[in-house]
């Protein structure tokens, strides 16, 4: 029997409770509120803050656009392999300060270089904006680190939730055919693969489990530009190859993007690359914004990629 976590389950009920009022007195999305909602929630409910050995702020260069990031070193004596980090919030929401915790955890659990990439939002910026910024990020990681006179070990990977999910996947994909890029790794947490919506847990998933599939629809509408492709923009109908790097997904039981991961993970077994998938038989979307009432989910999470990264 399909139950969500008895740790979430109270906070839902009161954010259905409230989505309800709002929606009563004539509630608007905008990407104001969307950003505002992910960063109150993730401040609410990730409390514990590590101190982290080095950070800093750089700017990777591109002749298009120059790419802010914020890059985290747990042990700054020593040279250490890098994860490229892209945060979640559906391409419209989320920053590399609303997940400076997650990175900060990240790093000190996996013993990485974490690089956050603060990536242009929709709808000012709209599809493939964010993508090229991850892209020129790990075409220019090593230049960048360089810069900041960091030490480090020339092996990538790249780590992502839900929208970022979306991003790291897609820059894979461009990467299996470049020789110019070599991304060893990618961890997708709960990632969004799908813009058709044609997943059975978008509809199964799509009400009462805090990302709605008409809030899903209407990110994807503030995404893309009229006439783009989006069966080609996703990472799920992309071409799979042995060149893509090898991958953990996790998924959610009540997210409506689970069967999306599920079946990514299985494209790319049977295109020969390694790849493994960790469910969570109880959870919801977003619960690593939620840590403090999941704790040991989200701990297992940080356990879990570092044993796969290391």
Request: net charge negative; aromatic share 10%.
């Amino acid at each position: 029997m399909r139950k969500v976590s008895d740790k979430l389950q109270p906070w839902l009920d009161n954010f259905n409770q409230q989505v309800a009022i709002l929606i009563e007195n004539g509630f608007k999305p905008s990407s104001i509120n969307a950003r505002e909602g992910l960063a109150n929630l993730t401040k609410a409910l990730v409390t514990d803050i590590p101190e982290i050995a080095w950070y800093g702020d750089e700017l990777v260069f591109n002749k298009h656009y120059n790419v802010p990031v914020r890059i985290y070193h747990p042990a700054p004596e020593k040279a250490l392999p890098v994860i490229v980090y892209c945060h979640g919030g559906g391409h419209m929401a989320g920053s590399v300060t609303v997940y400076d915790p997650l990175c900060r955890k990240l790093a000190n659990a996996t013993q990485h270089i974490v690089v956050s990439v603060e990536y242009r939002l929709a709808p000012e910026c709209r599809y493939p904006e964010g993508i090229n910024d991850a892209y020129t990020v790990v075409q220019n990681i090593w230049s960048t680190l360089d810069t900041a006179g960091l030490k480090y070990r020339p092996n990538l990977a790249m780590v992502g939730d839900s929208g970022g999910g979306a991003i790291v996947a897609s820059v894979s994909a461009r990467a299996q055919f470049d020789k110019h890029v070599k991304i060893d790794k990618q961890a997708l947490i709960y990632p969004s693969l799908d813009y058709t919506m044609q997943s059975g847990s978008i509809d199964q998933n799509g009400e009462g489990y805090l990302l709605q599939k008409g809030k899903i629809a209407w990110y994807f509408d503030n995404y893309f530009k009229e006439g783009d492709d989006r069966t080609k923009a996703s990472p799920l109908y992309g071409d799979f190859s042995d060149g893509l790097p090898e991958t953990l997904v996790f998924t959610a039981e009540f997210c409506p993007l689970r069967d999306e991961g599920t079946l990514y993970t299985k494209k790319l077994i049977d295109a020969g690359v390694t790849a493994n998938l960790i469910h969570f038989p109880d959870m919801i979307h977003t619960f690593m914004n939620m840590e403090d009432l999941v704790k040991s989910e989200c701990e297992s999470v940080y356990r879990l990629i570092a044993d796969f990264l290391n």
